[in-house]
């Protein structure tokens, strides 16, 4: 595979390797060896381990966001078979990546700040999609509430989640879930009967629709996505090994510059001329599609 489907070919069998040996267990040379591909083209993908344990979490945020926008389009179900769905699944996605959580939880690391972000987006997306599917459910009268009876709904699912993650015990997923719903029930009700203060609103409803819609980070896709395609295209070219070395590293500064809140501009594109002046054949037609993009995010 190339490009984009051997990043992710290298992502799912680092989790395998991680699973199995743990972060600090595991070497990119093991995970290389696995693949059956040399180290050094690792190095195409991915800066250092640190950089692949990222790239792994922001793999696991992705997939988690794409699974909660399809649950809430799941054909033939009703939209209180959807927000029970979002408990069942919860819990099985738990258990579809349990080794990779534990991991995430055994080793402390600094999370950046594009992981950050994801970590954000996925979680208002979810519940959005609550504050959707209960406005559905309840009728007109749950709208004042609806925001807080999301975030009261997910927080019976992250105290369960944490039970199974911290104590590591489990459930019967199917009761657990019919559980969460008469709670969730009776949480609305109550609401509604005794006109409650609230304390989640219009904002709040805001915010949620703006990361669903893609916020800051979904600017530096553009400029991500150039930078893979220029890795993908080197790994094609045959270069000197220090003309390798050299666009091998500015890509990673650019990459690090990038994750920062405020990137330095003059840094950026200072890498970017560097390579340019090194006139790489294979990355002729990449260049000014990843330069222009450049421009549109930093000036």
């Not at 553009?222 to 390798?244: D, F, N, W």
Request: proline share 2%; net charge negative.
């Amino acid at each position: 595979m190339e490009g984009t489907g051997k990043k992710q070919q290298i992502i799912e069998t680092a989790i395998k390797c991680f699973s199995e040996k743990g972060y600090r267990g595991t070497s990119i040379q093991d995970i290389a060896d696995t693949l059956g591909i040399a180290k050094g083209s690792m190095y195409f993908y991915f800066k250092s381990k640190e950089d692949l344990l990222h790239s792994i979490c922001k793999y696991y945020l992705e997939h988690l966001g794409k699974y909660i926008s399809h649950i809430e389009h799941i054909p033939n179900l009703s939209p209180r078979e959807k927000l029970r769905e979002m408990v069942s699944q919860g819990f099985r996605q738990y258990e579809e990546h349990k080794s990779f959580i534990v991991i995430l939880m055994q080793e402390r690391f600094e999370l950046n700040e594009e992981i950050h972000e994801l970590m954000i987006k996925a979680r208002r997306q979810g519940l959005l999609c609550s504050q959707r599917l209960i406005c559905k459910i309840y009728g007109q009268e749950v709208e004042p509430y609806a925001c807080d009876a999301a975030f009261l709904f997910h927080s019976l699912i992250d105290g369960y989640l944490s039970l199974c993650i911290m104590e590591k015990r489990s459930y019967d997923v199917d009761k657990l879930a019919d559980f969460v719903m008469k709670r969730t029930d009776e949480i609305v009700f109550g609401m509604i009967t005794s006109e409650a203060a609230t304390i989640l609103g219009e904002e709040a409803l805001m915010e949620w629709e703006a990361s669903a819609a893609g916020g800051s980070q979904g600017e530096k896709v553009g400029v991500m996505g150039g930078i893979a395609a220029i890795r993908a295209a080197l790994e094609q070219a045959s270069l000197p090994e220090e003309q390798l070395g050299e666009i091998i590293s500015s890509l990673q500064v650019m990459e690090t510059e990038f994750e920062k809140v405020e990137p330095q501009p003059i840094v950026i594109k200072g890498m970017l001329s560097l390579i340019k002046s090194m006139k790489v054949n294979e990355l002729k037609k990449h260049l000014p599609k990843l330069e222009q993009d450049i421009k549109d995010l930093i000036g």
